[in-house]
Structure formats: structure tokens, C-alpha cells
């Protein structure tokens, strides 16, 4: 009873637009103090989640993607993808994955990559005769590739809230990062066959030299970064340390970087992380209270009653998930969440690993739905579009997404093949 007051308090909260931060930690001080818990605990609860080296990772990160946004290294990647797809029908489509994927081995945060890349695909695509609303909704679509495909912030969160390693979650999130550019490729054959209109070109005569040239130095940060890892070389919060460097160095060689430049990235990376550090602190009291009240416990029971199959679980776990990312930011979804279903899925066999692979694209997908849609809200800003615009063009790439997930979620050996192959 006690746990449905602070959940159901937090949900009040959340729906009169309280910060979500706040709105998590304002009915679990209640708690504290109406369980006669001193403050000095809740403090403490709360500061030894965000104490930890791997989350060190975190801001590191979010530098990197930062700072590829500043330093015209999307722009690079645009260039290149267009040498490669530009000549197919509908080649743009194509053109807006491959910037996603080849950003998403830099960003590690959707809203990242919605925010660099969006604001040059959208008015690329549109010109070149494209409608609006499927521009906007592929650029919201792939933008989900980023937090999936490491480095990936909400692994990283994930890693460190349940325990496992982080280079083997870095791994198991390559195939599904994949597939799901995959998916949306395969949306983007079968719209444009009837796009006739759409014709590719062929780049012109030194263009294609110029642009491998241009990505040679971007196409290094993820060779560094996913190498140094997946080899032992670092650990992913010395990688991302590397990154930043790398990235740096890459800004002042391409000569985008100065003081008022600098200056921006540090404001931006400091905002971006100290909130993701209060999500995370709010949300670890909240993990804590909800161990308090054996929530978890409560709810093995009840599903264990339901059914004995791993897979069912797991599709009910689908089903919940997508629900509280409609409403949840995926950081603080993600250390809610974890504490309460993590020790559920292993009582029905579920890797751990394979199982946050599955929460991040399900959590993933919540960032494309209303009411909170987080992609949605900072595409509609970057292009000065209606959110309800954004989301009409992307609800059609919710079906690949959802049949990637499903197929992630029945065939665990597609997660778990490159951790096992690599021994992580």
C-alpha cells in the first residue's frame, strides 16, 4: 500500500508537468519521513547511485555527442552517405539511417542525434521533393539507433544499476542496433517504389574521393572507442574519456572549435548531465523504497501465477515497458524499472544481458509516443514543427520497430551471439 501511495503520488506529479526529478523525489521524502526514516539516509540512498566509476562514463559521453554536434561531423557523415545511397531511389531515406548509425557510434542519446542530424536531413529531404511528414518521421525513427548502438548512455545506466558489464551489453546491443536500421530500410524500399518522382543521381567526378577523405577521421572515434572496449584495452568509462579527446581533436584539425564554441559544449554537456545525475539519484531512493515494500517479490508472485514461459513474460514485460515510456524519461524509467522486473526475469531464466537489451529499445520506443516523446518534442523544435505533426509521420515506423522488438525478444540468441562469440 505504501509503495502505490509514492507511485501514485509521482504519477500525479508527472501529469501537473512537475520536473521529473522532483516529481520522483518529492513523494519518496514523504516516505522516508512518514516511515520514520531520518533524512540523512534518504541522502545517502539517493547519492550512493550516482556514486559510481562506470557512471563516470556518462558525462564523457555526453561530451562526445556534444561535441560532434558542434564540429560538423554529422555533416561529414551526410556527405558520405549520400556518396553511397544518394544514386538509389529514394536514396535520402537510406541517406537519413546511415548519418543515424554512422552519428549513433559518437552520440548515445537520441535526442542527441534528433538535434544534430534532424535540423540537416529534414530540410535535405524536403527539397530534394520528399514529403514533410515522412521526412520527420524517419529522422525520428533512426534517431532511436543511437541509444541502442554503443556507446549508449542507457547501457551504461543499466550496467551499473543491474549489475552486469558493460562491454557485454555494449556487445549485445550491436545486432539489434543493426536490425533496426535494417527495419527502417526496409520501410523506406517499400514506400519508395511508388515514389517514382524520387529518382537517385550519381555523384559527380571527384565527389566520391572528397567525401571518404572528409569521414576518414570521424569513421576513427568508433574504431577507437567500440575496439578499445570490446578488445580490453579500456574500460568504456576510460573509452569515453579517449572519446572526447579524439573528438576534440578531430574539432580543432576541422578548425570549429573556439572559445565561444567551447564554451557552449561545456554549458551543454554540464545541464545535460547534472540532469541525468538528479534523475538518477531521485530514482535510486525510489528503487530502494520499492525494495522496502518487496515490490518486486509482489510482483514474481503474481506473474509466476500468470505463467510459467520466459517468453510470455516477456512479452508482457513488452507491453508495460512501452506503456511507461509513453510517460517516463528513459534514465529514470530505467532505474525504476530495473530493480523491480530484473530480479523477476531471472527467476524465469532471462539473460540479464539480453533482458537490457530489450528494456533500452522498449524504453527506446516510448521516446516516439505521446504524451511525452521526448524525440518528438526536440524534432518539432529543431524544425519548428507541431508535435502532432512529427508524430503523424512517425507513427508508420513504429511497425518495423515493434517487429524488430518482438523479434528480439523471441530470439535471444540474436543479443546474446556477439558477448559469447567475443567471451565479455
Given at each position: 500500500m505504501n509503495a502505490l501511495l509514492v507511485v501514485s503520488g509521482i504519477l500525479l506529479l508527472l501529469v501537473l508537468r512537475v520536473p521529473?526529478?522532483?516529481?520522483?523525489?518529492?513523494?519518496?521524502?514523504?516516505?522516508?519521513?512518514?516511515?520514520?526514516?531520518s533524512t540523512g539516509l534518504s541522502l545517502r540512498t539517493a547519492a550512493q547511485e550516482i556514486d559510481s566509476f562506470p557512471l563516470l562514463a556518462v558525462p564523457l559521453f555526453v561530451l562526445v555527442g556534444v561535441t560532434a554536434n558542434h564540429t560538423g561531423i554529422a555533416d561529414r557523415i551526410f556527405a558520405f552517405a549520400q556518396v553511397l545511397f544518394g544514386r538509389v531511389r529514394a536514396g535520402?531515406?537510406?541517406?537519413?539511417?546511415?548519418?543515424?548509425?554512422?552519428?549513433?557510434?559518437?552520440?548515445?542519446?537520441?535526442?542527441?542525434?534528433?538535434?544534430?542530424?534532424?535540423?540537416?536531413?529534414?530540410?535535405?529531404?524536403?527539397?530534394?521533393?520528399?514529403?514533410?511528414?515522412?521526412?520527420?518521421?524517419?529522422?525520428?525513427?533512426?534517431?532511436?539507433i543511437g541509444p541502442v548502438m554503443p556507446p549508449s548512455i542507457p547501457a551504461i545506466v543499466y550496467a551499473s544499476v543491474a549489475t552486469v558489464s558493460t562491454a557485454a551489453l555494449f556487445a549485445a546491443a550491436v545486432v539489434p542496433?543493426?536490425?533496426?536500421?535494417?527495419?527502417?530500410?526496409?520501410?523506406?524500399?517499400?514506400?519508395?517504389?511508388r515514389q517514382h518522382h524520387l529518382a537517385g543521381r550519381r555523384p559527380e567526378r571527384g565527389e566520391v574521393g572528397s567525401a571518404v577523405l572528409r569521414v576518414l577521421g570521424p569513421l576513427g572515434a568508433p574504431v577507437l572507442l567500440l575496439g578499445g572496449i570490446l578488445s580490453g584495452l579500456f574500460t568504456?568509462?576510460?573509452?569515453?574519456a579517449v572519446g572526447a579527446a579524439y573528438v576534440f581533436v578531430l574539432g580543432f584539425c576541422y578548425r570549429k572549435l573556439d572559445l565561444r564554441t567551447l564554451w557552449r559544449i561545456a554549458v551543454e554537456t554540464a545541464t545535460t548531465a547534472a540532469s541525468i545525475a538528479i534523475i538518477l539519484a531521485a530514482s535510486g531512493l525510489l528503487g530502494w523504497i520499492l525494495a522496502r515494500e518487496q515490490v518486486p517479490q509482489d510482483i514474481a508472485t503474481v506473474l509466476l501465477g500468470l505463467t510459467d514461459s520466459p517468453v510470455v513474460f516477456l512479452l508482457l514485460v513488452n507491453v508495460?515497458?512501452?506503456?511507461?515510456?509513453?510517460?517516463?524519461?528513459?534514465?529514470?524509467?530505467?532505474?525504476?524499472?530495473?530493480?523491480?522486473?530484473?530480479?523477476?526475469?531471472?527467476?524465469?531464466?532471462?539473460?540479464?544481458?539480453?533482458?537490457?537489451?530489450?528494456t533500452i529499445v522498449n524504453l527506446m520506443i516510448g521516446l516516439l509516443t505521446p504524451p511525452i516523446g521526448g524525440v518528438l518534442f526536440?524534432?518539432?523544435?529543431?524544425?519548428?514543427?507541431?508535435m502532432q505533426e512529427v508524430f503523424r509521420g512517425t507513427a508508420p515506423f513504429l511497425l518495423p520497430l515493434l517487429a524488430v522488438l518482438a523479434l528480439l525478444t523471441v530470439a535471444p540468441e540474436l543479443v546474446l551471439f556477439l558477448p559469447e562469440h567475443l567471451d565479455l
Open positions: 521529473i526529478a522532483f516529481a520522483i523525489l518529492g513523494p519518496c521524502m514523504a516516505y522516508m519521513a512518514l516511515t520514520d526514516q535520402l531515406g537510406y541517406v537519413n539511417i546511415g548519418v543515424s548509425l554512422g552519428f549513433a557510434w559518437m552520440s548515445g542519446s537520441a535526442l542527441a542525434d534528433v538535434a544534430g542530424v534532424g535540423k540537416m536531413t529534414v530540410p535535405a529531404m524536403t527539397d530534394r521533393g520528399y514529403s514533410r511528414r515522412f521526412s520527420l518521421g524517419l529522422t525520428a525513427a533512426s534517431s532511436l542496433a543493426l536490425l533496426i536500421a535494417s527495419g527502417l530500410a526496409v520501410a523506406v524500399f517499400i514506400w519508395g517504389r568504456p568509462t576510460e573509452a569515453a508495460v515497458l512501452i506503456l511507461i515510456g509513453t510517460v517516463l524519461e528513459p534514465v529514470a524509467a530505467l532505474v525504476i524499472t530495473v530493480p523491480v522486473l530484473l530480479p523477476v526475469a531471472v527467476q524465469f531464466g532471462v539473460d540479464p544481458v539480453h533482458f537490457g537489451v530489450v526536440v524534432l518539432g523544435s529543431a524544425t519548428r514543427t507541431p
